[in-house]
């Protein structure tokens, strides 16, 4: 039985961290079509983004990796694979509500974090990305990963997802993990100022959090943030250079 969980744990590191080596690789790829030279003499950064968050893929592999076994051998959690289980209106609740509950969560450890002790200890690794790269997605100390890992696998034992939503909201997780880092608005313009934008968090929002530290702590909405008045609004018009689309 231990055999198998540890297999498990390596099974889902290996595809987390492959998962970041893709998803980071693609959207620097794509950085380097459309805002050329933006990392420039970055690499030893890069470098540092790369090796904390290949760390943190092992923190967030270990319990997603005995989630995974535990769902496949004993039916534990609260995964569904059949469609029809749940009505068909749940799917995209569900995926709502894994969203922000995570967001939740996010806020309020990202604002202790950002307390002195907490800086010190493991949130200032994270802002040792100055400006973040598309790499920085999951450069965090594992104190901080930790408390990022622990997340997705609570909430399976507790709030009813089908597996094709789950993978969704794992796909939406990583892919904004990365586009909020990579120094550049991937969104249109139309959507990032709209109502919508007002309350999702898009690189631009995120991109004045690494600027000023003390405001848009939030994770996927700016609910929070609206909420206890830490929202400080997007970054200035000229932080994504070719500030004319903008
Ligand atoms: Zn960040
Ligand atoms: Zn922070």
Known sequence: ?????????IAMTLIVALRYLLASG????????????LYKGMRPQI?????????????????????AWGWNNHGWTQIYSS???????????SIFLYLFAHDTWFYWTHRLMHRPKW???????????????AWAAMSFHPVEALTGAIVIPLLVFAIPIHVGALALVLTIMTVMGVTNHMGWEVFPCWLV????GYWLITASHHQRHHDEY??????YFRFWDHLCKTDKGLADASWDQPASQH
């Not at 010190?120 to 400006?131: L, Y």
């Not at 100022?193 to 919508?196: C, D, G, V």
Request: with cysteine; net charge positive; hydrophobic share 50%.
């Open 26 to 37: 693609i959207f620097a790829w794509a950085t380097q079509k459309m805002r050329p030279g």
């Open 119 to 133: 800086f010190r200890i493991a949130h200032a690794v994270h802002h040792a990305s100055r400006p973040p790269t």
């Open 214 to 219: 003390r405001c848009n702590f939030g994770l």
């Open 1 to 9: 039985m231990l055999t198998a969980i540890i297999l498990s744990a």
């Open 83 to 93: 469609v029809s289980d749940y009505p068909l209106w749940y799917w995209p609740l």
């Open 47 to 67: 470098r540092q983004e790369i090796r904390w968050s290949l760390l943190s893929a092992a923190i967030y592999g270990v319990p997603a990796g005995v989630i």
């Open 193 to 196: 100022h709209s109502r919508a």
